[in-house]
């Protein structure tokens, strides 16, 4: 399926590249993985990218490219020629990013813009357009909406769209032992994800049965919670490694901080659903993610897998928790000898396989 918002974006990309000289900034996260276009031939083109997948692939595809979680502080004010962006799916991301095209833009550089109309493209159109002085002009495509937007007021910070203090980690689930600090910019950001609950529940109630593992991966880890609650088990006290990994540059972030927060010694790595780890965990802990983009991918689920079977010792094992409506299960079977369904509540369910024996 075409997206029409990310085509838009890339059509008006191509022709700046071939018409300006100067400085262009196009931030990208995940929705442009499966369609990234050909790399454009412009020396003064940055692609931004808070995840780690599509940052290795434009680099393959020949873009200069940085992988952060939109970290624009390097970039002086008024200073770009272009900055073109295909709407993120979590709201502080996006005003993070329309704040920045604000103060990075030189006075009448182009802002080039588009999303779906139930993502709040219009929207988001609106409220840079009213910041940065200039007329409203949207382009419709179908559900698409696009927009040019020339700079010609200049960045006043007091006037920033409000975007959840987005660059700064703060404290989160007071309720806990656990030092927690997360931001926007990871899905569940600002809670204890349920289904993750669910699964330290079952290690606590002996899912590892005569397992005692001296090596784990957070397979997808988040801000770490999976990694620290786990440790503060019995039955993970043994573990002298911990290594946790993220596509996502924010995740990372949280994830460091974490663990020196509680004390523990362990690696995080930026990995495409821990591809080219080249290391092998008696206990692989996974909450797996099934959107890409604003979309449901099946397929996110079995590249979890694969890189689970890959990633065990032979006496290992890992424990997944999905949502109830995640065929796991069948997913599973092609790759482990042992798949036990070990929780269910209704709306997650928690399975441990293994390839033992």
Request: charged share 20%.
């Amino acid at each position: 399926m075409i997206d029409l918002a990310l085509a838009a974006v890339a059509q008006q990309l191509t022709v700046m590249t071939q018409n300006t000289q100067g400085r262009i900034l196009w931030c990208t996260d995940e929705n442009t993985l499966n369609s990234l276009p050909p790399a454009l031939s412009h020396q003064g083109l940055l692609l931004m990218t808070n995840r780690w997948d599509v940052a290795q692939e434009a680099i393959k595809q020949g873009f200069s490219s940085r992988f952060s979680d939109f970290d624009c502080s390097d970039i002086a004010d008024a200073s770009l020629d272009g900055f073109f962006y295909r709407i993120s799916k979590e709201k502080p991301v996006v005003h993070h990013l329309l704040n920045e095209a604000w103060r990075c833009l030189k006075p009448g550089a182009p802002l080039v813009i588009a999303g779906y109309k139930n993502e709040g493209a219009k929207t988001y159109i609106e409220k840079i357009t009213t910041l940065m002085g200039c007329e409203k002009q949207i382009e419709k495509n179908g559900a698409s909406y696009s927009s040019i937007i020339y700079k010609q007021a200049t960045y006043d910070p007091t006037k920033r769209i409000d975007d959840s203090d987005y660059t700064h980690l703060r404290p989160i689930a007071e309720n806990t032992d656990l030092t927690l600090q997360s931001k926007p910019g990871l899905f569940g950001w600002n809670k204890i994800d349920a289904g993750s609950a669910l699964l330290i529940e079952q290690i606590a109630k002996g899912a590892l049965g005569d397992l005692h593992p001296r090596s784990a991966l957070d397979l997808g880890c988040g801000y770490g919670y999976l990694s620290l609650a786990a440790a503060q088990l019995s039955a993970c006290q043994h573990i002298q490694r911990w290594i946790l990994t993220d596509n996502n540059a924010a995740a990372l972030t949280a994830a460091k901080e974490n663990l020196q927060a509680n004390g523990i010694v362990g690696e995080v790595l930026a990995a495409d659903a821990g591809k080219q780890l080249g290391k092998k965990v008696d206990l692989l802990l996974c909450n797996p993610p099934f959107h890409q983009g604003f979309s449901v991918d099946g397929d996110l689920t079995d590249k979890f897998l694969k890189s689970a079977q890959q990633l065990l010792t032979p006496e290992g094992l890992a424990l997944f928790v999905v949502n109830q409506f995640i065929p796991l299960e069948r997913k599973a079977v092609e790759l482990f000898k042992e798949i036990s369904l070990i929780a269910n509540n209704g709306s997650f369910k928690v399975i441990r396989l293994s390839n033992k024996g």
